[in-house]
């Protein structure tokens, strides 16, 4: 079954404490995103990535951090220093630009929901 | 920097009136427009391209580079269209990560 899974799907974490959500993806895909949802505000991107080892800064990157080792994977950590980091995170995907099937849509998992306690 | 508004978070109709859901931009250059579909308990997924210009159930939205505007439209709302509609952009150079809007719910009632 190809797509994109995000885990956990929920996730209470105490003030001061790191957390790590998963992002995996069997699309064969370059490019990975992790977006934050807010009632209200919409998908804010957080970090985006076009290939392995490499990583940009989204929108509001402050408190979170993230990496991509390999391919098919991108983690993103959610530091104490994240001041608000109650929130409904998104993991996408999608093929990179200049590609034949780059129609710029992206692919999203089911979210992780993150609660500080 | 780009910037995607969406000025009505909800927006509640009943079934068979016509929907329009407004989407305006800012932005220098030459975007791609999306508009992404998030039903009730499912993944976000797109719903359609500017650059297609096709019909999806029922839906049409038309790039307006004057108005700056791609504002989706549906001349008979169904029960079933209920949902959380973001409209998005794509810069035509630079970041090529999607921009979102706010969001819009829509509520078609029976």
């Known amino acids: 079954d190809g797509g994109i899974t995000q885990s956990p799907k929920y996730l209470f974490r105490k003030e001061g404490q790191n957390v790590t959500l998963s992002c995996e993806q069997n699309?064969?895909?370059?490019?990975m995103y992790w977006y934050r949802q807010d009632p209200g505000q919409g998908l804010r991107l957080i970090y985006y990535?076009?290939?392995?080892?490499?990583?940009q800064k989204g929108d509001i990157a402050e408190g979170y951090s993230v990496s991509r080792e390999k391919k098919e994977s991108f983690p993103l950590t959610v530091t104490s220093a994240q001041k608000n980091p109650t929130a409904f995170y998104l993991c996408?995907?999608?093929?990179?630009?200049?590609?034949?099937?780059?129609?710029?849509?992206?692919?999203f998992g089911e979210g992780s929901r993150l609660t500080v306690l | 920097a780009q910037r995607v508004t969406q000025p009505e978070k909800l927006l509640s109709v009943f079934k068979g009136a016509p929907v329009e859901l407004k989407c305006n931009y800012s932005y220098s250059g030459s975007p791609e427009l999306f508009w992404y579909v998030q039903y009730s308990r499912q993944r976000l997924q797109l719903l359609l391209r500017?650059?297609s210009r096709e019909s999806i159930k029922g839906f049409t939205a038309d790039l307006n580079k004057g108005e700056t505007s791609f504002h989706l439209k549906k001349p008979f709302a169904q029960e079933e269209d209920s949902a959380m509609y973001y409209c998005?952009?794509?810069?035509?150079?630079?970041?090529?990560?999607?921009?979102f809007g706010s969001g819009t719910r829509l509520q078609v009632q029976p």
């Open positions: 996408a995907s999608t093929p990179l630009l200049g590609q034949e099937v780059n129609t710029g849509e992206l692919f």
């Open positions: 990535s076009q290939i392995v080892n490499d990583f």
């Open positions: 998005a952009l794509r810069r035509d150079t630079g970041r090529r990560a999607l921009t």
């Open positions: 699309l064969n895909h370059d490019a």
């Open positions: 500017h650059i």
